[in-house]
């Protein structure tokens, strides 16, 4: 195989067989994603526990089911245990028709296959389904420096940014290929050139933004690029508290998926900007300021993509990414005393909730839970996106205070302030 980058002796042995061939193929794979990107050479993965982003088992998949048994049936293994996204299916919490169960059974036919293969390949457990792998209810928790193979967005940028690890947006099976070997191509965000910021975002609202419009304005206007965003530590602090964490899991993931931002810095907040201030700023940045009226601008031009426009909403998910234990308490204050307000003992709409299977378990040790039940909202381990992505729930009206989903779906976002109007029978759509 021809090849542009340097490599060790270590790694060209493993290139030309010397652990197999099937070995040698996932590194040719590594190495050629890092040549097309112009990497240099390889770099040891040193946060081992990798995280992967393909977690459903969709039929269709015929080449994925492949390799996993090639793997498989060489032995081989990722170094250390990974963790990866949510399941496409909760049948008890989210509530499927007989016409929708048959067709997630068609499209999903080889989920239970798939997971049995993912835990051969070095699955934590049945539990590591979850794309909020980095809360310490979960414990997938890089440190600052640390180098990675993940591939799910959301955690990619939260990594990045919040922890100060280094990974790129990886595509499938890249993530679970670099944890196999070990390495992964050394460019863009994983080197210090890349972690510079291309734009300065000067935050100038008269109160805290919502973190997923905020994300989301960012994300469309810099697309790929790191932006440094000045202003807001005035909102959420100069502390990485569970609140400022909470924030930013929000704020990334509307980054990462309304753009394709794998690494913000935020002043006075984030590791490498408390550290380096705007030092990581480049000379030539180009300036973006956000007011309430750009925010403004941003939520008014989502287009409403549901069939009746002025439909009545059928189903809300709020949890994408994944909820954490604060913000489940959180939800249930607000709608248990927002119910109260308009005399309501229930939502008037079919609410899914979605967290880690961990942080769900510790909050179903709570009275919370029950409270949170009682109020008619279910909660999930599920992934909204993928209940959502089929012909069938296509067709519903959605709602949800995701900005992922809204962009990956046809559900509509709401503010959650809104939500919980909606959601309580303060407003009726
Ligand atoms: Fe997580 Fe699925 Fe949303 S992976 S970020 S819940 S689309």
Redesign the pocket.
């Known amino acids: 195989m021809e090849y542009k980058m340097k490599l060790t002796d270590e790694q060209k042995a493993i290139l030309d067989g010397r652990d197999g061939e099937v070995m040698a193929k996932v590194m040719q794979t590594v190495v050629m994603f890092g040549d097309i990107f112009g990497a240099e050479k390889l770099v040891p993965v040193t946060h081992k526990d990798g995280h992967l982003?393909t977690?459903f088992g969709i039929a269709l998949m015929k080449p994925l089911f492949s390799t996993m048994d090639k793997l498989i049936n060489a032995g081989i293994k990722t170094e250390g245990k990974f963790t990866v996204?949510?399941r496409p299916l909760d049948y008890s919490n989210v509530k499927c028709n007989l016409l929708e169960k048959l067709v997630f059974h068609i499209m999903y036919k080889r989920q239970s296959e798939y997971e049995e293969q993912l835990l051969k390949v070095g699955l934590r457990d049945k539990d590591a389904f979850?794309?909020?792998c980095y809360l310490d209810e979960v414990g997938n928790i890089p440190k600052k420096g640390d180098v990675l193979s993940w591939a799910?967005?959301?955690a990619v940028v939260y990594a990045n940014s919040v922890l100060g690890a280094r990974c790129n947006r990886n595509s499938g099976m890249l993530d679970l290929f670099g944890s196999i070997v070990g390495y992964v191509p050394y460019f863009g965000l994983v080197t210090d050139e890349g972690r510079k910021a291309k734009w300065k975002v000067i935050i100038k609202t008269t109160k805290k933004p919502e973190a997923q419009v905020l994300g989301s304005a960012i994300g469309m206007k810099v697309m790929e690029d790191v932006p440094y965003v000045v202003g807001l530590d005035k909102y959420i602090g100069n502390e990485l508290n569970d609140e400022a964490k909470a924030y930013l899991k929000d704020f990334g993931?509307a980054t990462a998926?309304n753009g394709a931002v794998g690494l913000y810095h935020i002043d006075g907040l984030t590791p490498e900007a408390v550290e380096y201030g705007e030092k990581l700023v480049l000379p030539d940045a180009k300036e973006y300021v956000i007011d309430d009226a750009e925010l403004e601008r941003v939520y008014n031009g989502y287009p409403v993509m549901w069939k009746k426009k002025d439909a009545k909403p059928a189903l809300c998910f709020i949890?994408?990414?994944?909820l954490t234990f604060a913000q489940l308490c959180k939800w249930t204050e607000d709608i248990e005393r927002t119910l109260a307000e308009t005399g309501r003992r229930k939502v008037t709409v079919r609410t899914v909730m979605?967290a880690s299977p961990q942080v769900k378990a510790k909050f179903m040790q709570t009275e919370y839970y029950a409270r949170l039940i009682a109020t008619g909202v279910k909660l999930s381990s599920?992934?909204?996106?993928?209940y959502t992505n089929n012909p069938l729930t296509k067709g519903k009206a959605i709602i949800t205070n995701?900005n992922?989903?809204r962009t990956?779906s046809v559900a509509r976002y709401y503010m959650d302030e809104k939500i919980l109007a909606v959601l309580c029978g303060k407003e009726s759509e």
């Open positions: 982003v977690s996204d949510p979850t794309c909020t799910e967005s959301s993931a998926s949890g994408c990414p994944h979605t599920i992934c909204p996106l993928m995701s992922k989903l990956y």
